[in-house]
């Protein structure tokens, strides 16, 4: 989910009816021996992004036809390649294919990574987070999701200390105040970066940088996708269980990483604020059943 279309796991809601757009028929089944007998169905909400033109003749090159399915809503491409409208989708992180898994007992797959988009800490009078002095106030997003986002950031940035080490379930209710070097204050999100002149520093949405005069490049501290806690946060390449070892899929994941045309294209089209990442199917599955039993043992 791109920095225009990000929505966190919160705001799954799974629809009555599946409704797609420019999607009809079923997915062309596997043959006998795991490869694909007609094009690759792909679910996406952004296939006007250029990347995926140039994905698709990359494709082509490797005799592979790939299809993509465009939907208007987050809601449908889950239910779709579910049913089997689709082969394969990629528009969401982690978190929110382990919601929609829990909320629809189904049991969907990583495949590959894509991308991680950085929630970051921005502020107009410090430059570095190392300047920020103690027991200065830091402001973060209220919702649910990109709350515990935003203290995990601080947490990696040293400047919170969570209980437990943080979870996505953390609020600021958890943050260990006798060693934490700062205040944190939540406000709604559309508010944070109108903060920044009252307080040290804030978490600032992707979607608000730009109407609040601020780049990627400002932040002072970031999602690192080397931290185990931002895993959960890296866009995927989604299959159904059964297909997570089929061979086609696997060569149209591994086209997507390998194509540094394809990888530039993605970057483009966040504004910047894209961090490719490749990242081993396993840590993706084993994040995914950590999340799934996190988001069970908190109903």
């Not at 006798?178 to 944070?192: G, I, N, Q, Y």
């Not at 307080?199 to 601020?214: M, P, S």
């Amino acid at each position: 989910m791109s920095r225009k279309r990000f929505l966190t796991a919160a705001a799954l809601a799974l629809p009555v009816a599946l409704v797609m757009a420019g999607c009809a028929g079923s997915a062309e089944p596997a043959s006998s021996d795991g490869e694909t007998t007609g094009p690759v169905r792909i679910g996406v909400v952004n296939s006007g992004d250029p990347y995926w033109e140039t994905f698709t003749e990359a494709a082509a090159a490797e005799d592979i036809e790939v299809e993509l399915v465009n939907f208007t809503e987050y809601t449908q491409p889950n239910p779709a390649l579910a049913a089997g409208e689709l082969d394969l989708n990629q528009f969401q992180h982690v978190i929110y294919l382990a919601t929609y898994n829990v909320a629809s007992d189904d049991d969907l797959q990583p495949i590959g990574s894509t991308a991680i988009y950085p929630l970051g800490l921005y502020s107009t009078q410090y430059d570095s987070v190392e300047d920020i002095p103690d027991g200065a106030t830091v402001a973060v997003p209220n919702d649910e999701s990109n709350q515990a986002r935003g203290l995990l950031v601080l947490q990696s940035a040293g400047l919170i200390e969570l209980e437990d080490g943080g979870s996505i379930f953390s609020t600021v209710a958890d943050i260990d105040e006798a060693d934490s070097k700062v205040k944190v204050e939540a406000l709604d999100a559309a508010f944070t970066a109108t903060s920044l002149p009252d307080v040290a520093a804030a978490i600032v949405n992707n979607d608000f940088l730009e109407d609040a005069g601020l780049t990627a490049e400002d932040a002072i501290a970031q999602d690192d996708p080397s931290d185990p806690n931002a895993v959960p946060y890296i866009n995927i390449f989604a299959a159904k269980a059964e297909d997570a070892d089929n061979p086609t899929y696997l060569k149209l994941v591994e086209i997507f990483q390998n194509s540094q045309q394809i990888l530039d294209g993605v970057v483009e089209a966040s504004g910047g604020t894209a961090v490719i990442v490749k990242t081993p199917v396993e840590d993706l599955v084993t994040s995914l059943t950590d999340v799934e039993d996190d988001i069970r043992a908190n109903q």
